[in-house]
């Protein structure tokens, strides 16, 4: 009898055992710059992941559990960036929303692939990172050929007779942007006068805009990030220049405004549709605000990158990396971002950039 019972106990512990695992949280990552100059953009990832996790779990997560939610800083360091990557997959996410630098996230796609995560970024838009041939990364942002294109064409229309100088910071993201629009323009036969590089970080950027303000430059377009876009306006603007500022959607960020005040009145960029102004997204935008933030940037960019990964769990009746990646290729989902589907790359299929421009603090459409 005695035998019996501690059979009976036993089982009674594999099966409490059994139905804890099957109900276990779902651990997945948001990866971004966290810390660094770049953190503002983390910030925005960051707040838009955790929004997307308590919205899941409140509405009964995915597949009868609950998401938990891993951050993770790579400060758009390469090497750091590798180093998160191989702690998160250690610690079994089965998503990646991540990471914001194109430089980060096409090493980290190494890690992805070798510990078979599927990673999401909502920000890295350098062509390559999709043009690895790895049908476990996708994004939900546009890519550098179709922004550069945009912003060469809208230049060339806008802008025609004009000086025109191109800059860059030298990174995988800067580059790409600067390059792709240098391209557009060249094709529509506007030659820059000018084609220089900066080291991002630095303060003092007064020698180059000597060399833009000695060869007449009357519109810059620069590849890079807000803060230094910001340094330069300042400084053109020091030097009595009126040089219009053209650049990527880097410069989504309150921050930039904060660096130029005033002064960045009228600079231009390009950047997808603005997903605040999507209807359906207007509940969640309604809850940020009431939080205090500001959905600017790429939050809701991390919120549907999130929403795209369970709709498609749910889809296929599994988190396995396997199922749920069939699920991504050939699925719609509706997200904040409105519906969106991938193509074999795993590009999103949405509309294009369009252009936007600084005024009275904010940004908006540009006319």
């Known amino acids: 009898m005695k035998l019996v019972r501690s059979i009976v106990a036993a089982a009674a512990v594999v099966a409490a055992v059994g139905a804890t695992a099957a109900k276990a949280d779902i651990p997945i990552a948001v990866i971004g710059p966290m810390t660094g100059q770049y953190a503002a953009f983390g910030a925005q990832m960051k707040a838009g992941a955790e929004q997307a996790v308590a919205d899941i779990n409140k509405a009964g997560g995915v597949l009868g559990q609950k998401l938990v939610l891993e951050v993770g800083d790579d400060a758009c360091d390469p090497k750091q960036a590798v180093a998160v990557a191989n702690q998160m997959t250690a610690k079994g996410v089965k998503l990646v929303a991540g990471h914001f630098c194109s430089g980060s996230s096409i090493p980290a796609s190494d890690v992805y692939l070798e510990e078979n995560v599927i990673q999401i970024s909502p920000a890295s838009t350098n062509p390559k990172l999709t043009e690895q041939g790895r049908n476990n990364i996708f994004r939900t942002c546009g890519r550098d050929d179709q922004q550069g294109k945009v912003a060469g064409d809208y230049i060339a229309d806008h802008f025609a007779g004009k000086k025109v100088a191109i800059v860059h910071d030298k990174q995988a993201y800067s580059k790409g942007l600067a390059d792709e629009t240098k391209k557009e323009l060249n094709a529509r036969g506007v030659q820059e006068v000018l084609y220089e590089t900066i080291t991002p970080g630095e303060k003092d950027y007064s020698a180059l805009v000597s060399k833009l303000k000695q060869a007449g430059v009357e519109v810059l377009y620069y590849g890079g990030y807000h803060t230094e876009a910001g340094l330069i306006v300042r400084q053109m603007r020091e030097q009595g220049m009126s040089t219009v500022l053209i650049s990527g959607d880097a410069l989504v960020t309150q921050e930039y405004w904060g660096i130029t005040g005033p002064l960045g009145e009228g600079t231009m960029m390009t950047f997808s549709p603005d997903p605040r102004k999507n209807p359906a997204a207007a509940p969640v935008v309604a809850e940020f ?42 699925g719609t989902f509706d997200t904040v971002l409105g519906k969106i589907s991938f193509d074999e790359k795993g590009d999103v299929k949405a509309p294009g950039y369009v252009f936007y421009v600084w005024k009275d603090g904010k940004y908006d459409y540009a006319q």
């Open 289 to 330: 605000r009431g939080k205090g933030i500001e959905p600017e940037g790429y939050t809701l960019y991390t919120y549907g990158a999130i929403q795209a990964w369970v709709d498609a769990a749910k889809e296929a009746g599994a988190t396995d990396t396997a199922k749920v990646v069939d699920k991504l290729h050939t």
